[in-house]
């Protein structure tokens, strides 16, 4: 006789159900000053978190794959019970509510996510060698154009003239083990009303990590940069708020660290499989720049 196989029992928070479930229940709590009776606010957030799930190329493809002629009773049920979407909204109707959310109100999701994912112990297989967090920090570009343009987009000046476009940091719990990554809340890289200069990502960054501190006052962190944040500020940031850090940087770049490469340092010789040989250097009490002496820390080059 055939034997039957067991049913796979989803974890309760830590599946795609209950992650749908948690933002769905965040998205309740939103305040819309436009309520409508057949389109919710929540209705047009889910209809975005399916699009990007669902890999559509804009919000016009997924309203055609949603609610065109060839949609059948079974995609509406898929829609409804996936993503619990109960009227899916147009194209249009989407973008006009998105466009009436503050970013910053959708923190309470972020926290939520966060809340489950370290109650369910996901946290722990992130954990790195000294037990604290790897926490990666970047920054990205989306939506450039040199037609379209918005009150909040940065501008830069090209040969062919101006171009305007959008960037926000991103920051990402990692572990070089794993596959896995726990994405946190972005901050938007934008431009205030007024403003003449353009927000820039290390502004961005300076505004990112305090939030985190006090939402995880007691999380061990090791953030990773790239040379863009190698300055004095962004140190003393990361120290004042009790973050170790890794910052990538080429020693080119680096007049004053690029002097004192030649003064000595630990050496090792890293054997690889194909012969090579990889030589590690490795120095403690490297000075940043020559305007801050007391700004020091460890440098490993190759």
């Known amino acids: 006789m055939p034997t039957s196989k067991k049913p796979r029992w989803l974890r309760r928070h830590l599946s795609a159900p ?25 209705d047009g957030l889910l209809s975005a978190l399916a699009m990007f799930k669902l890999k559509d190329a804009s919000l016009l493809a997924f309203d ?22 109960h009227c899916v909204p147009s194209d249009t109707a989407m973008r006009e509510r998105l466009d009436r959310v503050d970013p910053p109100s959708l923190r309470p999701v972020f926290k939520a996510l966060f809340a489950s994912f370290q109650r369910g112990g996901g946290l722990v297989k992130l954990k790195w060698r000294d037990g604290g967090s790897l926490l990666a ?6 939506d450039t ?3 379209i343009s918005c009150p909040h987009c940065s501008v830069r ?19 070089p083990g794993t596959k896995a990554v726990f994405p946190l809340m972005p901050k938007l890289v934008t431009r205030a009303d007024g403003a003449a200069k353009n927000d820039c990502e290390a502004k961005a960054v300076a505004r990112l990590l305090p939030h985190f501190r006090r939402e995880h006052p007691h999380l061990a962190l090791t953030v990773l940069k790239d040379a863009l ?28 660290v690029s002097s004192q490469l030649a003064e000595g340092g630990r050496r090792w010789v890293v054997d690889k499989e194909d012969v090579r040989t990889l030589t590690l250097c490795w120095r403690n009490g490297v000075q940043l ?3 801050t002496p007391d700004l020091r820390g460890s440098m490993l080059w190759t």
């Open 137 to 142: 920090i970047d920054g990205t570009e989306y």
């Open 145 to 147: 154009s040199s037609r």
């Open 157 to 175: 000046k090209r040969r062919g003239g101006i171009e305007y476009h959008h960037q926000m940091v991103a920051a990402s719990l990692v572990n």
């Open 18 to 42: 209950g992650i749908v479930a948690t933002i769905s229940t965040c998205f309740e709590r939103l305040e819309y000053p436009v309520p409508s009776r057949k389109v919710t606010l929540q």
């Open 289 to 291: 720049n020559a305007s």
């Open 229 to 256: 944040h190698g300055k004095a500020p962004q140190v003393r940031l990361l120290r004042e708020l009790g973050m170790n850090f890794i910052i990538g940087a080429k020693a080119t770049g680096h007049k004053t």
């Open 64 to 85: 055609r794959d949603a609610r065109g002629p060839k949609i059948t009773p079974e995609w509406r049920r898929n829609l409804r019970k996936l993503f619990r979407i």
